[in-house]
């Protein structure tokens, strides 16, 4: 009985010293898994949004060695009523106004400030949109109807198979990817895991066999499509979106700060949602768009695809959002209006009309009510009213 006691002890130490080497061995991704689990808890949500750097791979974009773009600052506007309430509601951490391309408001909240790298989400998807149409314009992606494969062989026998750049800009590959955040087993949130763990998010896209439609004839959300883009871009150019962007964008746009794309293990960056930017420099993003491509005494993004991208295009049912090329469109905007949208509350919203740019950041994480989105336009649309 003694000698069993002393193996079985024996065997548990053994196995404490293996857990114990595995830890050491995966500390980076154990960590970084943590991170992500507790990623959006209230107690740490708005640090997280500001600090992404900490909890995932990530990869800087210089912005090079030349004096930022200034903006000039004109009279501070007071914002409409009902404002500070939405702002305390929505958790807003940064808002900034342009007017004629003049900053007039410019706020941060809940202890953020002007330096702070805040996450895109989904805002992200739109700097790609921009990208792509850069290097269509350039002629390394021939036609935005050609099939995804051809650009991205790994997606041969995968459920975009057959699909084209068109339907995935327009999100209507009809791939099957559950969106929910609050499943733990959803698409959207293995992805995380993905990413959090160093894997392929490549090897993620090329997994995805179901559909539930064909390509090109219904609209749905699905975040992995941009993903895609960025493969096909890749596969066309040869090169990183990281170093793409950097030449084509950053360099030319004059951003305050380095802009930073969250990776995953392949030093891929996460293109649908990893970018990193002071909110001024959002702002920016978003006067280059209202200016039709145009800033900093340069033609940044070609007009044409400006005009294409910002246009409901998508099969998208009446009364939905509109989409375009990776940007929005609410279902009664005027023309000219038109934003940049990720969870918990970020935007780029855009109306051409009034000469009006909006950048907001927030940590909301009610952001899925009801009615939440529909009041946040609305809330826009006044702060746009307001600005004389």
């Known amino acids: 009985m003694h000698i069993i006691f002393k193996r079985l002890a024996q065997a548990i130490l053994v196995i404490v010293v293996l857990v114990a080497i595995a830890a050491v061995w995966k500390r980076e991704e154990i960590g970084r898994l943590l991170a992500v689990n507790s990623l959006f808890t209230e107690e740490k949500i708005v640090h997280n949004f500001s600090h992404m750097d900490r909890a995932f791979l990530t990869r800087t974009i210089s912005r090079g060695n030349a004096e930022p773009v200034a903006l000039l600052v004109g009279a501070p506007i007071s914002l409409p009523d009902g404002a500070e309430d939405w702002m305390s509601e929505r958790s807003v951490t940064a808002l900034v106004v342009l007017k004629d391309g003049v900053l007039r408001h410019e706020s ?71 969106e929910d955040y609050l499943d733990f087993n959803s698409d959207i949130n293995r992805m995380g895991r ?82 990193n930017l002071p909110t001024r420099d959002y702002a920016r993003f978003g ?22 991208s910002t246009v409901p295009s998508a099969p998208t049912v009446a009364g939905e959002q509109g989409y375009g090329f990776q940007w929005w469109m609410a279902p009664d905007a005027p023309e000219g209006e038109y934003f940049a949208r990720g969870i918990y509350g ?20 009610g952001f899925r009510g009801d009615g939440v989105h529909d009041a946040n336009i609305a809330m826009f649309r006044k702060i746009a009213a307001s600005v004389d």
Not at 126 to 135: E, M, N, R, Y
Not at 145 to 166: F, M, Q
Not at 203 to 220: D, V
Not at 346 to 364: C, E, G, P
């Open 108 to 178: 941060y909240h809940l202890g953020t400030g002007p330096e702070d790298r805040r996450i895109s989400w989904s805002v992200a998807k739109s700097f790609l949109s921009a990208l792509t149409g850069i290097i269509v314009d350039q002629g390394a992606i021939a036609s935005i109807d050609d099939p995804v494969e051809i650009y991205a062989p790994d997606l041969k026998g995968s459920a975009y198979e057959g699909a084209t750049i068109r339907n995935v800009l327009n999100m209507s590959s009809g791939v099957v990817f559950n």
């Open 287 to 308: 006067q280059m768009y209202l200016q039709n491509g145009h800033w900093n005494g340069q033609q940044i993004v070609s007009a044409d695809w400006v005009a294409a």
């Open 346 to 365: 970020q935007y780029i919203f855009i109306d051409t009309a009034r000469d009006v740019v909006i950048a907001l950041n927030s940590a909301d994480r």
């Open 194 to 275: 993905v990413l959090a763990l160093g894997q392929s998010m490549d090897e993620f896209a090329a997994g995805l066999t179901e559909t539930f439609a064909p390509p090109g004839k219904r609209w749905q959300y699905v975040s992995i499509d941009t993903h895609v883009i960025g493969m096909v871009i890749r596969g066309a150019t040869g090169q990183s979106i990281p170093d793409l962007l950097e030449r084509h964008v950053v360099q030319k746009m004059g951003f305050e700060a380095d802009p930073y794309y969250v990776t995953d293990g392949y030093d891929v960056a996460f293109v649908l949602g990893g970018l």
